[in-house]
């Protein structure tokens, strides 16, 4: 029998997961809420709005029925944004079957509390359903043109992570395995907020040296909270945090990035999501990471001026300017 995969949300990510297990031969439904996105993607065979022009694999079909999408196939993978990660995982548990598996592309912390997005599917689903996470440095355009990419699947159950594996890769897919999940899910969180604060030193006008400088002391901060958190040190130096970190902070396609830069060009946070037309998860994340980071009594200095930037309104030059008014200190 062919493998089967249900992927939840028709965004661009979804979108370009969903066209990648398909290009595999994986008979492959995605399932999106919005009844008229739903029926363009039907009817044109391409996701017009997020994805134009890369039309879909015979083996992907579309559907805006839940109940058909978890009778469909035991694997399911979430791609959806994090605030409405934990409403949907509540929507499935009546649909959920012994056999089912849950795993999902999502990047971000749950926007109610700050906690992981494994511990709300423990929570609301079970501590014995199989689990994974789907991270890595990506943009959905470049996976759905077939252009080479690497990620990384997370799960304490190989036999999950090798049929993950079996579903998405390919010459131009690869996938690498990993057992933290935990680093994996705080590497893909954080990475947003960074890389706001690299497009505001950009928009700012600052240079290479800046952008590198904040790259790098980033990692430090995601870091030294991924391992408070529990996750291993290794894996913030591969795919899902270095990786991640230097894509989204240095590229345009990346939402978060493009969105620092309209900040520190001087447009109100307001019209800067409005002009993306798309989640900007970074900055849900900020403010998530920001008291994660006073929890736990974990020094993030980037991460709180652009806490600051976002939720007090402070300007993005004084928020530079108390970055290097810190005490000197030693690197390591």
Known sequence: MKSSISVLGAGSWGTALAIQAARNGCQTLLWGHN????????KDKENKRYLPGLIFPKPLSITNNLEETLNFSDLILLSIPSHAFKDTLIKLKPFIKNNTKIAWATKGFNTSDGSLLSKIVEQELSKK????????????????KGLPTAITVASKSPEFSNQLATIFHNQY??????????????????????????GIADGLGFGANTRAALITRGLQEIIRLGIKLGGQPETFMGLTGLGDLI????DDQSRNRRFGLALGQGKNREKAIKEIGQEIEGVSAARETYLLSLK??????????????LYEDMDPRIAVQNLLARDQKAEI
């Not at 359903?129 to 759905?144: K, M, Q, R």
């Not at 690869?174 to 960074?194: E, F, H, M, S």
């Open 296 to 309: 736990h009594k974990i020094d993030m200095p980037i991460t709180e001026q652009t806490y600051k930037v």
């Open 173 to 198: 897919f690869r996938i690498y395995t990993n057992q933290d999940i935990i680093g994996v899910q705080v590497g893909g969180a954080i990475k947003n907020v960074l890389a706001i604060a690299a």
């Open 35 to 42: 009844l008229d996105h739903i029926t363009c993607l039907s």
């Open 129 to 144: 359903i199989h689990t994974a996470v789907l991270s890595g440095p990506t943009f959905a355009n470049e996976v759905a």
């Open 247 to 250: 894509l989204t902070c240095t």
